[in-house]
């Protein structure tokens, strides 16, 4: 019998976990990793620098209103397709030892057309927020206003079920666009200096199980990097920054003839196991 456990691990409670045991370090005193972007790789005298060490992690699971209870008034087409899923995720999981965002979209993949479909159009976007470039004699950070970075990262994601799967910290967010710059390192960078800085704020990958609201799979992705470009020239610096964000999701649902070919014993096994997943 599948276990949510030999699918999701240690992450098995939900993506609220996840972010709860993930500690946010706004120092920066994550492990350092070069990974600017080539159009600034080519300015002149450019350092760049990328800090890596947030909140990212394995496949997670959202559960949304499903429980032991709930599950079993679900229709049961459904029921052999969370068995179905969840099969073939442990045995992905069991040879690799983890679950990327690709094993998750080619467990759906091998399934369509036959027995799945999507449900709605899939989600493949990419959008910025910049905080306007500042002059600075010297440098002093400015967090841009949360309820700006919420409101962009709100119509960036445009979908309620996975903000409240989710609910990332938009206050560590708009921090970390302020501690991202360029600072003063050595007497010849008083005097110009320009640096590339990014920052991986989110990467997480994560599973949403279908229930009465959402009669579908939902996977999806969000990936979050605040960046920053600074120039200094004499005392004068000028300062921009953001965060860069990728969302990618998709959805699936039985076809009508889904699972057709089981035999009447299959299906209630299948479905009595699907029940005890979650008892």
Same mark, same amino acid.
């Given at each position: 019998?599948?276990?949510?456990?030999?699918?999701?691990?240690?992450?098995?409670?939900?993506?609220?976990?996840?972010?709860?045991?993930?500690?946010?370090?706004?120092?920066?005193?994550?492990?350092?990793?070069?990974?600017?972007? $080539?159009?600034?790789? &080519?300015?002149?005298?450019?350092?760049?620098?990328?800090?890596?060490?947030?909140?990212?992690?394995?496949?997670?699971?959202?559960?949304?209103?499903?429980?032991? !209870?709930?599950?079993?008034?679900?229709?049961?087409?459904?029921?052999? =397709?969370?068995?179905?899923?969840?099969?073939?995720?442990? !045995?992905?999981?069991?040879?690799?030892?983890?679950?990327?965002?690709?094993?998750?979209?080619?467990?759906?993949?091998? &399934? $369509?057309? $036959?027995?799945?479909?999507?449900?709605? #159009?899939?989600?493949?976007?990419?959008?910025?927020?910049?905080?306007?470039?500042?002059?600075?004699?010297?440098?002093?950070?400015?967090?841009?206003?949360? #309820?700006?970075?919420?409101?962009?990262?709100?119509?960036?994601?445009?979908?309620?079920?996975?903000?409240?799967?989710? $609910?990332?910290?938009?206050?560590? =967010?708009?921090?970390?666009?302020?501690?991202?710059?360029?600072?003063?390192?050595?007497?010849?960078?008083?005097?110009?200096?320009?640096?590339?800085?990014?920052?991986?704020?989110?990467?997480?990958?994560?599973?949403?199980?279908?229930?009465?609201?959402?009669?579908?799979?939902?996977?999806?992705?969000?990936?979050?990097?605040?960046?920053?470009?600074?120039?200094?020239?004499?005392?004068?610096?000028?300062?921009?920054?953001?965060?860069?964000?990728?969302?990618?999701?998709?959805?699936? &649902?039985? #076809?009508?003839?889904?699972?057709?070919? =089981?035999?009447?014993? =299959? &299906?209630?096994?299948?479905?009595? !196991?699907?029940?005890?997943?979650?008892?």
């Amino acid at each position: 019998m599948v276990t949510l456990d030999s699918v999701f691990g240690s992450h098995r409670s939900g993506v609220h976990h996840l972010i709860s045991l993930q500690a946010y370090d706004t120092n920066l005193k994550a492990n350092v990793n070069v990974n600017a972007e $080539q159009s600034f790789l &080519r300015s002149a005298n450019l350092n760049h620098t990328g800090e890596q060490g947030y909140l990212h992690g394995e496949l997670a699971p959202a559960y949304g209103t499903l429980t032991s !209870e709930t599950i079993k008034a679900m229709d049961d087409h459904l029921k052999l =397709m969370v068995v179905d899923i969840m099969h073939a995720l442990a !045995e992905r999981r069991k040879g690799s030892g983890n679950l990327s965002w690709d094993d998750v979209l080619s467990v759906f993949a091998e &399934r $369509q057309p $036959q027995t799945l479909e999507h449900y709605d #159009t899939p989600i493949d976007r990419t959008d910025s927020f910049t905080k306007p470039a500042q002059l600075n004699f010297f440098k002093v950070d400015g967090s841009p206003d949360p #309820t700006v970075v919420e409101s962009w990262f709100t119509r960036f994601i445009s979908d309620t079920d996975v903000l409240q799967s989710t $609910q990332i910290d938009i206050q560590f =967010m708009a921090s970390i666009v302020a501690q991202t710059g360029a600072t003063i390192k050595d007497i010849v960078s008083l005097f110009y200096g320009k640096e590339y800085h990014e920052t991986d704020l989110v990467d997480i990958v994560v599973l949403r199980f279908p229930d009465f609201e959402h009669p579908y799979f939902k996977a999806f992705r969000i990936k979050l990097c605040a960046w920053s470009l600074s120039e200094r020239i004499l005392f004068v610096q000028k300062d921009q920054s953001g965060i860069k964000g990728e969302y990618t999701a998709s959805t699936y &649902r039985p #076809t009508k003839t889904a699972y057709d070919s =089981m035999t009447e014993q =299959m &299906r209630e096994d299948a479905i009595q !196991e699907a029940e005890d997943i979650f008892s």
